[in-house]
């Protein structure tokens, strides 16, 4: 019977692989001209989400993927894993808020549960007690079990908290918002908004409104999606459809707000009498306006420019007349500065704490005792320090840590918390005391432990890229590993936005690396691992030192030994699918699998990129950075006649940010192009998006295919389909 199973699997396999040949996207070739370059798109057809044969094709592709992943064995091994991994820890707590007047709020989701509820104590020794659950969450009348919640924002005083909650991965939110006291839902309830990555939610002083980011289009097929956006002033009980608009183009013509830009509202502090309007990109530094509180709220429109972006002013935070903040002008590391309103000379400012050769300060946060502020080398081994009365207070953690994180009450206070973590070391909560210079362990989570992880061991080191730069590489592996050249590897890599790969206690990555296999992190240039150059080094034109590094970083680990050529799996998403998909086809040789989730993958065809994206890959209405654009287009250096190594391409069919008929389209022409026998997966997610704002079992799933299939093909005896077997 075991015979006929494995010999029926193998089959099914070759029906499909053929049925997959013979089912091959429609194209009809178009021919751009930009600069005198001309641009072939053999795939445009496909970028037409509502043709039916898109759709068609599409979820041919999805079928066939999901009945070959079906065919591994421990296919769903990872997802067992991971449950069985938090059924044993009990519940998880995330998006911790603290009021001055020490009310908790935070997400907690127990073992079982699929989305997390909001829950709320007096004090950390205060009793816990169930504010909302979001499967009660009622949206056009029906009540729906999907939605999750993706952010929480009490107001100053904690009497009320506003609710963000989105469901299949869309990332556009409704917001709810609740008395807590008596656990009632007020009757209004806000649409078109993205809180939880544009701008947040800011309450205003008296706790009866707040500011958010409104979008006029919420269609992500629109051509105006995610444009001309509008920072909203809301005032409880009032109406939400009847917009104050306090910051946009159409409200403030004189500021100059480009369509593209995401003009949001930060508050600090109840006492402060300005507002800071910001315009949110794709870039660290922005243009920024300022305004008297009581102007804003009586109507006025007054905002004044405060800094622009050729200031290089990061992380700003306000204090009376004083604005704190982290520069980068001449200082790709960062020095921490301060700076009066009334002077704004942010170009020359006074400087706290100058910048450290092989520190990047990567945070810092204001209390009644001085300014604690964290800094990093290489993006992986943290330290905390203490500014006070002038001085530098270094301060030991309580354990050698990759990743700090702070929160503080504010400047009125000298409550602080740090957050420990590492690859390998689960995420630990303290309260410190400077009088006593101790920490006080507040975790809210328990700790658990993980004995089927004790003999992995997490090693940092630096390899040489092509052109000589040191590039950092995490390597997690079992300590009894042997560098024999046979070991599985899966490389994970991003490199894009200045966007720090940091180390965090992550299970996924241990889970892979107690069934044999070493997972590697390339720290590459593009990110912020290194401070500002670090990322200018792996953007635009300047792209393909990213990819290139993920080369070197391959080689590296092959020429050691710890795995050979087609022993190797990369593994990216979103802006890093230009990194993974110029490493396959600048190197199809050197790799056994790529894995890229809802990758950028066709930069010239800016419409999947939004202009947004134009200020980290480039502008195509610039020539040399046309040139850039179409040199990290992965879907135009794809090659007839090629071997290309086995390839799982997914998307989500709701993503705001990189549209399904990238991925799509990238799919289509590889399997057309590929002449190697290895499977090309296209697999589209019906239920979610760019890959967050789902529940977790939805997103354990999908890691659980990821592993599945890179053990697969890289040779892994649990988890090969079985063939030829002889009776």
């Avoid at 998880?92 to 989701?109: A, C, E, G, V």
């Avoid at 007096?122 to 979001?134: A, K, N, R, V």
């Avoid at 704004?344 to 400087?351: A, D, G, H, R, Y």
Wanted: glycine content about 6%; aromatic content about 12%; hydrophobic content about 35%.
């Amino acid at each position: 019977m075991h015979y006929k199973l494995f010999f029926s699997l193998f089959l099914f396999i070759i029906i499909f692989h053929k049925a997959q040949k013979n089912n091959p996207a429609l194209s009809i070739p178009v021919t751009d001209e930009h600069f005198g370059i001309k641009i072939v798109d053999e795939y445009r057809s496909l970028e037409n989400l509502k043709d039916q044969n898109t759709i068609d094709w599409m979820r041919s592709q999805t079928d066939y993927s999901n009945s070959l992943l079906s065919t591994i064995p421990n296919r769903s091994y990872y997802l067992e894993k991971r449950l069985e991994l938090d059924k044993r820890q009990g519940y998880s707590i995330s998006d911790l808020k603290i009021t001055s007047n020490d009310k908790y709020f935070y997400l907690k989701r127990s073992a079982g549960e699929k989305t997390s509820k909001i829950y709320y104590r007096q004090g950390f020794e205060g009793e816990e007690s169930l504010l909302y659950d979001p499967s009660n969450f009622n949206s056009n009348s029906e009540i729906s079990h999907n939605y999750v919640i993706n952010l929480i924002s009490p107001s100053w005083d904690g009497n009320k908290i506003a609710i963000s909650l989105t469901e299949k991965g869309k990332e556009l939110s409704e917001v709810i918002i609740m008395d807590v006291r008596t656990k009632n839902i007020y009757p209004e309830k806000i649409i078109n908004t993205n809180p939880s990555n544009i701008g947040g939610i800011k309450w205003l002083d008296d706790n009866s409104g707040f500011f958010y980011v409104y979008y006029p289009v919420i269609d992500i097929t629109s051509e105006q999606f995610r444009k001309n956006t509008q920072s909203i002033l809301y005032k409880i009980g009032e109406d939400p459809k009847k917009l104050i608009d306090v910051l946009s183009n159409s409200n403030n013509p004189s500021l100059n707000i480009s369509r593209e830009e995401f003009p949001a509202i930060l508050a600090f502090n109840q006492n402060d009498k300005y507002y800071i309007g910001i315009l949110v990109d794709a870039e660290d530094f922005r243009k920024t306006f300022i305004i008297n509180k009581e102007d804003l709220l009586n109507g006025k429109n007054n905002w004044q420019l405060l800094y622009d972006k050729d200031s290089k002013v990061y992380s700003i935070k306000l204090v009376g007349d004083d604005v704190y903040f982290l520069s980068g002008y001449n200082s790709p590391n960062y020095k921490l500065c301060k700076v009066n309103i009334k002077i704004k000379n942010f170009k020359n400012p006074k400087v706290l704490i100058p910048e450290k050769k092989d520190e990047v300060i990567t945070q810092y946060t204001l209390t009644k005792d001085g300014i604690y502020y964290t800094t990093t080398k290489n993006g992986i081994e943290a330290k905390l320090y203490l500014y006070k009365d002038g001085k530098e207070i270094p301060i030991k953690l309580p354990y050698v840590s990759g990743n700090i994180s702070l929160q503080s009450k504010g400047k009125d206070f000298s409550d602080i918390w740090i957050n420990c973590s590492g690859w390998a070391n689960e995420e630990q909560r303290f309260k410190y005391d400077p009088i006593t210079d101790t920490f006080k362990p507040e975790n809210l989570a328990p700790l658990t432990e993980y004995p089927e992880f004790k003999d992995i061991i997490v090693e940092e080191t630096t390899i040489k890229s092509y052109d000589g730069t040191d590039v950092p590489l995490s390597l997690i592996y079992n300590k009894n590993l042997k560098k024999d050249g046979k070991n599985p590897v899966l490389i994970q890599s991003y490199g894009a936005f200045g966007t720090s790969f940091s180390p965090f206690f992550a299970r996924s990555f241990l889970v892979w690396a107690s069934q044999g296999g070493i997972l590697a992190i390339a720290h590459i240039r593009g990110g912020g691992e290194k401070g500002v150059q670090w990322h200018i080094d792996g953007q635009k034109i300047k792209k393909p030192n990213s990819w290139k590094d993920l080369i070197a970083c391959t080689e590296y680990l092959i020429q050691k030994k710890y795995t050979s050529s087609k022993k190797v799996a990369i593994w990216g998403a979103s802006a890093g699918g230009i990194t993974i998909g110029r490493a396959m086809t600048e190197r199809p040789d050197l790799y056994g699998a790529v894995i890229i989730e809802a990758g950028v993958l066709n930069t010239t065809r800016y419409e999947g990129i939004g202009e947004t994206g134009f200020k980290e890959y480039g502008n195509p209405n610039n020539f040399e950075e046309l040139k850039g654009l179409l040199e990290m287009d992965a879907y135009q250096h794809l090659k007839k006649g090629t071997k290309y190594p086995a390839a799982l391409i997914t998307s989500g069919i709701n993503d705001p940010r990189v549209a399904s008929w990238v991925p799509t389209k990238f799919a289509a022409k590889l399997l057309s192009y590929n002449v190697s026998e290895n499977p090309i997966l296209l697999k589209i997610d019906y239920e979610g998006g760019h890959g967050g704002d789902i529940p977790v079992i939805q997103a354990y799933s999908t890691l659980s295919d990821i592993f599945a299939f890179a053990f697969w093909q890289l040779g892994h005896p649990d988890y090969q389909p079985k063939k030829n077997i002889k009776k």
